[in-house]
């Protein structure tokens, strides 16, 4: 069936240093990933989004690339700061539904 | 734009007794999304409808859970009876034409706990 499978499951990092969470999914038709935060008690939002007609998309300091022959796509912050600690999701279109990855748990130490 | 309103925040309530979750979508927005998010189990989506009409409903637990949107502007889920293990934080979401396509803008969520 669909699904997205979510890498590392819990990711620490230094302040200033960059992060890279990775997903791969199962359905060759998808053609839509989005990328979601959420932070502790707090509802999912989107952080930024890629279609499958384009290979990276940037927006200051996170970017998403999207290999669709491997079926991956990742979400890679730079210059990460306190405030980026939170849970990330990606997803991916299912059959006019997003399936959505297990998250990614971010923290960034001071 | 106020974005998705749900209503309760939080319910806390007895087993057995039946509990009903609001969601107001996006104006404009035709598509509508319940989720379930647990430790264990992650974001799972329960139930979603286009145009009012539900869709996929292969995600309800079971027969205890029930969702509707009479109108454009409307949505409940209900569970009766509630179990504890039902215990967890329902997200609605909504999307506009192009369901999953779109980007999906979700509520604050309500915290649900069943004693």
């Known amino acids: 069936g669909e699904n997205v499978e979510q890498h590392p499951s819990t990711l620490s990092v230094q302040e200033g240093d960059s992060a890279v969470i990775k997903c791969t999914y199962s359905d060759s038709a998808s053609n839509y990933f989005p990328w979601y935060k959420q932070e502790l008690g707090k509802r999912p939002q989107l952080i930024i989004d890629?279609?499958?007609?384009?290979g990276e998309k940037k927006d200051q300091r996170i970017a998403v690339t999207l290999n669709k022959t491997a079926k991956h796509f990742s979400l890679h912050i730079t210059e990460t700061q306190p405030e980026d600690s939170a849970v990330y999701f990606c997803?991916?279109?299912?059959?006019?539904?997003?399936?959505f990855g297990t998250g990614t748990r971010l923290q960034v130490f001071p | 734009d106020a974005g998705v309103i749900q209503s309760p925040r939080h319910e806390v309530t007895e087993m057995g007794q039946e509990v009903t979750l609001r969601c107001k979508p996006i104006?404009?927005?035709?598509?509508l999304f319940w989720y379930r998010q647990t430790m264990m189990r992650g974001l799972e989506l329960l139930i979603y409808?286009?145009?009012?009409?539900?869709?996929?409903d292969s995600g309800m637990p079971e027969d205890r859970f029930s969702a509707k949107m009479p109108n454009a502007s409307f949505s409940t889920l209900k569970i009766q009876p509630s179990e504890p293990r039902d215990s967890a934080v329902y997200f609605c979401a909504s999307s506009s034409s192009g369901g999953a396509n779109q980007p999906q803008h979700f509520g604050d969520g309500t915290r649900l706990s069943i004693l």
């Open positions: 409808f286009n145009n009012n009409v539900p869709i996929d």
């Open positions: 890629i279609r499958s007609n384009v």
């Open positions: 104006s404009g927005h035709d598509y």
């Open positions: 997803a991916s279109t299912g059959t006019d539904k997003l399936i």
